[in-house]
């Protein structure tokens, strides 16, 4: 199909071609059903048929399936009987076992290229997502990023940001009359959670050499689009540090591209995986940037595909901008399931063949209710339509063919090893060791200072005469004799026989009367 990806054939006996158009790919989609139902394969083909026009395209492979894009399927597959019927049933002619050019990606460097941002390319809102912090804390995140610039101190990895939340608490008292409260508590709580993502592996992340858009953006040597595979089946387990990567990635897309208008066809195509874990107790302001850059990423010829469950796991703003829809079955064996199946159908245009509400529950897998955008942009009526088998192969590659894959990438060179520039922990370090050395060489120097002029240094009195460290201690004279019998005196006063003496010359005084 001339300027389309071809998804597999609908109508009567699933004879009519259905596919997506290049032209309005850009304008995003939506591929959901539940578990079992096929959306890892849909995603498969439709990364295949962008590859084979030439656009790239980067997905995160959630259950580790998707690597087998990088190696063609072949006769001896037990699906190969089933794949050649489907294609005969739906008229695919130019059925053919082949790879996808594929790079492979991971946060951890293990299953991939190491991906690596900065700390300050991270920002601190998403950065806040990350560690799930409150409004107060934040507010401290977004002093620390502030004095960062002003001091010209690069946070360029975890342990950057830790150093410069330290010296913010030592501070402190200085930088809250300039900024408000800046309390230790606070600090203490954000250096808290900077240690659970660290134990994550978020560290891995966050360094250079930095990931570059460009080589997201490759074809290879016959014009196919790359396939950017970010290995995510391990990434899962921190599924917070998952979604704020991807949607890291997406807003820097989104910055740095340039508008393009409406392309004939999209620059990336950018498969969101498992989207639920992006909304699922996010902020509203979080909430409204993905809206956001849903909305205008596509005039940068970004296409955005999220992958979930069910279409109510996305907020309803964003997903009535998912024009392009591939719709599996769900489930409806409770009140809530009938609703959201309901309501799914309700986003649908109506096809007078068929009621969509029952399609969606009864497509089969390898199966789907879909629609299209159009010319103008305009929705196409809803299909059923079989999906089209898959070029490269179904399931994972071995670890050995992934190691043989990974050691003939021309960007192993570039991202392997990791680069240790001269950033905010080196600098706030050698500051605090030049402190301590400026203090040890003062404290040196009042040593070897005369005693008299140490004892002018520290402030006490100075009567103008020579005298030792002891001259604030009272010295008692020598004793006499006549000193010594006036001490007994009022020594005995003040005891018992005193105090019976004075009593006796008072009442003689008062008898006398």
């Known amino acids: 199909m001339d300027g389309k990806v071809f998804l597999g054939g609908g109508g009567d006996n699933h004879s009519e071609p259905q596919g997506l158009?290049?032209?309005?790919?850009?304008?995003?989609?939506?591929?959901?059903?539940?578990?079992?139902?096929?959306?890892?394969?849909?995603?498969?083909?439709?990364?295949?048929?962008?590859s084979e026009a030439g656009v790239p395209v980067f997905l995160?492979?959630?259950?580790?399936?998707?690597?087998?894009?990088?190696?063609?399927?072949?006769?001896?597959?037990?699906?190969?009987?089933?794949?050649?019927?489907?294609?005969?049933?739906?008229?695919?002619?130019?059925?053919?076992?082949?790879?996808s050019p594929v790079t492979f990606w991971d946060l951890f460097g293990?299953?991939?290229?190491?991906?690596?941002?900065?700390?300050?390319?991270?920002?601190?809102?998403?950065?806040?997502?990350?560690?799930?912090?409150?409004?107060?804390?934040?507010?401290?995140?977004?002093?620390?990023?502030?004095?960062?610039?002003?001091?010209?101190?690069?946070?360029?990895?975890?342990?950057?940001?830790?150093?410069?939340?330290?010296?913010?608490?030592?501070?402190?008292?200085?930088?809250?009359?300039?900024?408000?409260?800046?309390?230790?508590a606070s600090i203490g709580a954000i250096q808290r959670r900077l240690l659970v993502i660290e134990n994550q592996g978020a560290s891995k992340l966050f360094g250079e050499p930095a990931l570059e858009l460009k080589d997201l953006m490759r074809t290879d040597d016959q014009g196919r689009g790359m396939v950017n595979i970010l290995a995510s089946d391990?990434?899962?387990?921190?599924?917070?540090?998952?979604a704020t990567f991807l949607l890291w990635l997406l807003s820097e897309l989104f910055e740095e591209l340039p508008e393009v208008g409406d392309p004939d066809k999209p620059k990336l195509v950018f498969f969101f995986d498992e989207a639920h874990l992006l909304f699922d107790d996010a902020p509203k302001v979080l909430v409204d940037k993905v809206e956001q850059v849903a909305r205008?990423?596509?005039?940068?010829?970004?296409?955005?595909?999220?992958?979930?469950?069910n279409p109510a796991d996305v907020p309803e703003d964003i997903l009535g901008q998912l024009g392009n829809r591939v719709q599996h079955a769900l489930r409806a064996f409770t009140a809530k399931d009938r609703k959201n199946l309901r309501l799914a159908a309700e986003t649908y245009r109506?096809?007078?063949?068929?009621?969509?509400?029952?399609?969606i529950r009864e497509v089969g897998v390898g199966e789907a209710v879909t629609s299209m955008l159009q010319k103008k942009g305009v929705p196409g009526i809803v299909e059923r339509t079989l999906i089209r088998p898959p070029s490269s192969q179904l399931g994972?590659?071995?670890?050995?063919?992934?190691?043989?894959?990974?050691?003939?990438?021309?960007?192993?060179?570039?991202?392997?090893?990791?680069?240790?520039?001269?950033?905010?922990?080196?600098?706030?370090?050698?500051r605090a060791e030049q402190a301590a050395k400026e203090a040890e060489a003062a404290e040196a120097e009042e040593e070897e200072q005369p005693m008299m002029q140490r004892e002018y240094s520290a402030a006490r009195r100075?009567?103008?005469?020579?005298?030792?460290?002891?001259?604030?201690?009272?010295?008692?004279?020598?004793?006499?004799?006549?000193?010594?019998?006036?001490?007994?005196?009022?020594?005995?006063?003040?005891?018992?026989?005193?105090?019976?003496?004075?009593?006796?010359?008072?009442?003689?005084?008062?008898?006398?009367r």
């Open 21 to 50: 158009s290049l032209k309005y790919a850009n304008r995003h989609g939506l591929i959901a059903g539940a578990t079992g139902t096929g959306k890892t394969v849909t995603l498969q083909i439709l990364a295949e048929g962008f």
């Open 60 to 99: 995160a492979d959630v259950k580790g399936d998707l690597s087998g894009l990088a190696k063609s399927g072949t006769p001896e597959h037990k699906l190969h009987n089933p794949f050649t019927e489907r294609a005969t049933t739906i008229g695919f002619t130019d059925f053919a076992y082949r790879a």
């Open 110 to 184: 293990e299953q991939g290229h190491p991906v690596r941002t900065t700390v300050t390319e991270m920002g601190p809102l998403l950065l806040s997502r990350l560690l799930e912090l409150s409004e107060a804390q934040e507010g401290i995140l977004n002093i620390a990023f502030r004095l960062a610039d002003e001091e010209g101190l690069p946070l360029l990895d975890l342990k950057d940001l830790q150093a410069l939340l330290v010296w913010i608490g030592e501070n402190r008292a200085r930088l809250s009359l300039r900024y408000g409260n800046v309390s230790t």
């Open 234 to 242: 391990k990434l899962m387990a921190a599924p917070g540090l998952y």
């Open 296 to 309: 205008l990423i596509r005039s940068k010829g970004v296409g955005v595909y999220f992958i979930t469950q």
């Open 350 to 359: 109506e096809n007078p063949a068929f009621d969509t509400e029952e399609a």
């Open 396 to 430: 994972p590659i071995t670890k050995a063919e992934r190691r043989a894959h990974l050691s003939a990438s021309d960007l192993g060179g570039k991202y392997d090893a990791l680069l240790d520039r001269n950033s905010a922990f080196e600098i706030l370090s050698k």
């Open 462 to 512: 100075y009567s103008g005469a020579r005298v030792s460290r002891s001259s604030s201690r009272y010295t008692r004279k020598k004793d006499t004799f006549a000193s010594a019998m006036g001490e007994a005196v009022i020594k005995e006063l003040k005891g018992t026989t005193g105090r019976r003496i004075v009593r006796g010359i008072l009442g003689s005084f008062f008898k006398g």
